[in-house]
DNA sequence: CAATTTTATACGCTACATCGTATATTGACA
DNA sequence: TGTCAATATACGATGTAGCGTATAAAATTG
């Protein structure tokens, strides 16, 4: 599943979603990237001012990727066609 | 163009090849995004440690996105074919 | 090559992520 | 509803990003 993120919120959305389809919980994430779990909690509501590094550690453990892409007009927003 | 990117130094380096293809400095970008030139420059370096807001104001700026995905099998790795 | 623009780096400062540890809150399930 | 697991939050400590400002180094262009 490809999940758009453009905001910090959407991008620790996809991280839990993704955490839980693997049935692991944020102690055990934690443990995997030697973060806190009350890091992991912050990373996935989403606080902005996360570090990209936590960020990265956690997808890699995670078996996720980021592609970068110019922004796709309407994705989402059906008022866009009209 | 849609770029992989699974480290820091990646996403940097995504992000240098659009601004530059916008034909703008990293201080207009900058200007831009109210962080200084040198913050841009150190993005672009792929410090770990800058943060996701920085990144994210970055990208808007460029009208990029990010798109998280399952981790692709055998991206640009020819031995994992065999 | 010289002049100019662009990018990298430095210093002291403030803000804040992450740490370890601990607890409070919430959620799941018998 | 009560118990246990999972998640959110708290505290003081430490590390470091990003700030303003300035300059050094590198790249571009005439």
Redesign the pocket.
Known sequence: MEQIARTSKQIGAAIRRR??LLNL???ELGAKT????????????G?????L??LIDVMVALGLELVIRERSKAEGRIEDFF
């Open positions: 955490r839980r919980s944020q102690g030697k973060l806190r779990q009350a890091t992991i909690s912050a990373l996935e509501n606080e902005p001012g996360a570090r590094r936590t």
